[in-house]
């Protein structure tokens, strides 16, 4: 009898705690109705994760709010109900209502799914008490991919005790096997003016939402529907441009063309060949809702990369990562479909086929673009699934332009991340090499060793790029170099009053070398100082040391031009970026010192106000001043963004430029109107004029350039 007395409560125990770990989707043939106030009574009946810990401020503690989580499975999808309890709801932050918003202003709660449980993909969906929604695809444990959009939808809504929401997911929209009764998932919350987060599982700071190997499992996915068969998004558009002019500084311009009207139509479509893949194709393809390309000084001798933004590129881009981004990269999707100066190559038609075949993520990009010179071009990648969350990698990249040899690049690369007493561990390696008409085959090799966790973040990095190396679908900052970088970061949490954490830089370095003999460039950088306030606020000192060893002479400026030799010289740096719970944030940065062979100074500063929920606005103003015994220049760049929604599927966005290298404004006005989740109007003005002419006055009537754009968006699912 006291034997069975004292086993029952622990048995009892036992069987909670296996319980909480293994939280159900509860089925149901109930109508529901997506208007964040979960009163079907299966939302009653469900299972549900309530048990969140801290990862911030206190890592490990409970969370000082609580949070309810319930999923149901019906036959079109998966419905998840967010009950977030606050105690104060009227100091809840909501400022967006624009979708795709990294909601770093707002109070937020994101759901992380992994249907296929490989450790290696995911879905990350997010939304705020606004009902504004954000999704991503899980590209590492460090990074997501912000540009993958899904069809679904959410609601949400404030109430007396908190916040609610309702999100509904699409089967269609993910990747299962048909034999997975159970998902991999994780759940973050964010309480933005107590800069909290807590998490289901993953908690620690050297883990999180993205690191899958710590993500909990719901069970209960039986007898889910195979994938749509197909998805179309058949579009039309209208778009009537102004009379292009070519001006000169007294005020005179010569028309280079005339004002015209024309219709476009064409179609992506989304194909399921398997459960776990995806096969996108599109024709006659129309990339004018866009974000347009922010306008950027160069000081550097070196190429400028700009963010990829076309839809039909930027989903499923992270299994293409081959290479150091924004350095030396096999594949950059802006050589397919745009010209060196941004502007658009007609893309005829482009297939890609993204997903999972096996233990291989497989990718596939072919692409058709007319223009002068019509091109193919084609992108091969696999990885093959290697240890817990690694890979061995392959990737291959050709091209066909007419009148013009095939040129062709081809590598292998592995990626195997550790954790070594509960500390992460990575090591990259990878080597590729190029052929074209020339002969010879280039070579770039790489390898990489990080540890980045939350103490500490150390890297070092080596790297060689032989002369030539030059991928037809890549992008190389520099060839005929080695190059040696790294950092040695330490970030304590000392306990210090209003301070979360410290941050010293012993030293950021990147020393590059011709492969010929001699430095080609190099950066030694030192942060004595860093600080990161409870409040979100953040101030850093920094101290560099920069070379640079031009062979040729190259202009910075206007009018100013470094010549061939060898420079030294050292600068300070000191910057506040403000904390993003505020109404009004100030983000600012002070940099002087020497230049090349003179001297020089900058100033940045952006002020970002938001009047929640509807309004959002930001300015920005960047000063450049550089003077040596030769020359004196003056940069100026200045950016004003203006965000208002009314809903979170009807918004609008203002986006103005200007700088005195280009001595052009320009505009870019757009209104997006989500009529049902997947179906689209949106509406686009891009404007610019000349600010250099002799009278100062800026023809504001008469646009060098001006277009107006309207495009419709139907979704179809079979």
Request: hydrophobic share 40%; glycine share 8%.
């Amino acid at each position: 009898m006291i034997c069975t007395r004292l086993l029952a409560p622990m048995l009892f125990c036992l069987v909670n705690v296996a319980f909480a770990q293994s939280p159900r989707v509860h089925a149901t043939r109930d109508h529901l109705t997506l208007d964040a106030r979960l009163t079907e009574p299966a939302w009653q009946r469900a299972d549900s994760i309530d048990d969140f810990r801290q990862s911030d401020p206190v890592e490990g503690a409970a969370a000082t709010e609580r949070t309810v989580v319930r999923f149901l499975s019906t036959g079109e999808g998966l419905w998840i109900g967010i009950h977030a309890y606050d105690r104060e709801p009227q100091r809840i932050l909501h400022a967006q209502l624009r979708r795709d918003t990294e909601f770093d202003t707002d109070d937020a709660l994101s759901v992380m799914l992994s249907p296929l449980q490989d450790k290696r993909t995911g879905f990350v969906f997010a939304v705020n008490p606004n009902g504004a929604i954000s999704d991503a695809e899980v590209t590492s444990f460090e990074n997501m991919n912000m540009n993958w959009d899904a069809v679904w939808d959410a609601r949400a809504q404030i109430t007396s005790d908190g916040w609610v929401a309702e999100l509904f997911i699409p089967w269609q929209t993910l990747r299962y096997r048909a034999g997975n009764t159970a998902w991999d998932l994780n759940l973050l919350r964010t309480i933005r003016r107590k800069n909290e987060e807590v998490l289901w599982k993953g908690w620690r700071r050297t883990e999180g939402i993205l690191f899958l190997e710590r993500a909990g499992a719901v069970e209960g996915f039986t007898d889910l529907p195979p994938r749509a068969t197909a998805e179309l998004r058949p579009y039309a558009s209208v778009t009537g441009t102004g009379t292009p002019r070519n001006y000169e500084a007294d005020g005179t311009f010569e028309t280079a063309g005339s004002a015209g009207l024309k219709g476009a139509f064409g179609v992506d479509a989304k194909f399921a060949p398997s459960r776990e893949l995806t096969l996108d194709l599109t024709t006659n393809a129309d990339f004018s809702q866009a974000e347009v390309d922010r306008q950027v000084i160069n000081f550097t001798r070196f190429p400028l990369f700009l963010p990829e933004r076309r839809p039909f590129f930027t989903e499923g881009a992270g299994i293409f990562d081959f290479g150091r981004k924004e350095e030396t990269q096999l594949f950059y999707s802006r050589r397919i479909g745009l010209a060196s100066d941004g502007t658009a190559i007609p893309l005829l038609a482009g297939a890609r086929l993204s997903g999972r075949i096996g233990p291989q993520q497989v990718g596939v990009i072919a692409a058709r673009t007319g223009g002068d010179n019509a091109t193919t071009d084609v992108v091969l990648r696999v990885r093959r699934d290697l240890l817990g969350r690694g890979y061995l990698g392959a990737m291959f990249t050709g091209r066909d332009e007419h009148a013009n040899d095939v040129s062709t690049a081809a590598g292998v690369d592995a990626n195997l991340p550790f954790i070594i007493k509960g500390q992460n561990l990575v090591f990259v390696a990878s080597t590729a090499w190029t052929h074209d008409s020339t002969g010879g085959a280039p070579n770039y090799s790489r390898i990489f060793v990080d540890f980045p966790n939350d103490i500490a973040d150390l890297s070092t990095r080596f790297e060689r790029v032989e002369e030539g190396f030059n991928p037809a679908l890549g992008f190389v900052q520099d060839d005929g170099i080695w190059r040696w970088a790294g950092q040695m970061r330490i970030t304590p949490r000392p306990n210090i009053p209003y301070v979360r954490q410290l941050e010293f830089n012993l030293l950021n370095y990147d020393y590059v070398q011709r492969l010929s003999g001699g430095l080609s460039h190099a950066s030694f950088a030192v942060t004595p100082f860093g600080v990161n306030f409870n409040s979100g606020d953040e101030v850093q000192l920094q101290f560099s040391r920069e070379g640079d060893v031009p062979l040729e002479s190259f202009e910075i400026f206007e009018g100013t031009v470094i010549q061939p030799g060898t420079y030294w010289f050292d600068r300070w740096e000191v910057s506040y970026e403000g904390s993003s719970r505020r109404a009004l944030q100030l983000n600012a940065q002070a940099s002087f010192g020497q230049y090349y062979d003179g001297e020089g100074e900058n100033y940045e500063v952006e002020l970002q106000g938001r009047v929640q929920p509807h309004l959002l606005l930001a300015v920005g103003y960047d000063l450049t001043e550089g003077r040596s015994a030769t020359s004196h220049f003056t940069a100026r760049a200045v950016t004003a963004r203006v965000d208002y929604a009314v809903t979170p599927r009807l918004n609008t966005t203002l986006f103005a430029q200007w700088n005195n290298e280009s001595n052009r404004a320009a505009l870019n006005a757009r209104v997006r109107w989500t009529r049902t989740p997947g179906s689209d109007l949106y509406v686009v003005l891009n404007s610019g004029w000349p600010t250099n002419l002799d009278s100062g006055s800026i023809p504001w009537g008469q646009p060098s350039r001006a277009g107006l754009v309207v495009k419709y968006v139907q979704y179809l699912r079979y």
